[in-house]
């Protein structure tokens, strides 16, 4: 079946724009879990959802961040003011509960 | 900080030689997950073992788990050079399903 898919694969923006990154997990996984890792670096947890459980947002790194997963399915990660830090790799993934997670391919985010 | 910390950082290795990882961690889990990171992809999934578990084997890869230790490591025999790449330990924890990885060691299997 299909697997993890995220978009925009790449984007590029200027300092102070708001973006949004879109994750489409597998089908019928009740978890979801957004990352982002910087160049040379290792993942960084930012949020995750649990079915309709109120979402774990403990690793956002400021309340520039925020995400949405409607229905249960898609989840948007949106980067609001964005400054040339947030600039790196976010990866979306999805899991059943408390299984292996399935990673997308990432969103490379530049912030110039 | 990370729950999860892999060490060492970077390993350099002859192919054909084996290589060893280990990852800490600082709670109780549910299980313990090693994925691989070829440089500007995405990650791949390489084996879950659970907290009932003590080893687990899939292919050239041997994985153990000492809960008392809170300590996992990834064994590679026989490596390639497409083995090279960054491994990271995942943990799933028991209070709740946040997975937390730590900075990954950086494999270089020279040919």
Known sequence: GAGVSQSPSNKVTEKGKDVELRCDPISGHTALYWYRQSLGQGLEFLIYFQGNSAPDKSGLPSDRFSAERTGGSVSTLTIQRTQQEDSAVYLCASSSLGDTQYFGPGTRLTVL | SQQGEEDPQALSIQEGENATMNCSYKTSINNLQWYRQNSGR?????????????EKHSGRLRVTLDTSKKSSSLLITASRAADTASYFCVTSNTGGFKTIFGAGTRLFVKA
């Open chain 2, 42 to 54: 995405g990650l791949v999934h390489l084996i879950l073992i659970r907290s009932n578990e003590r």
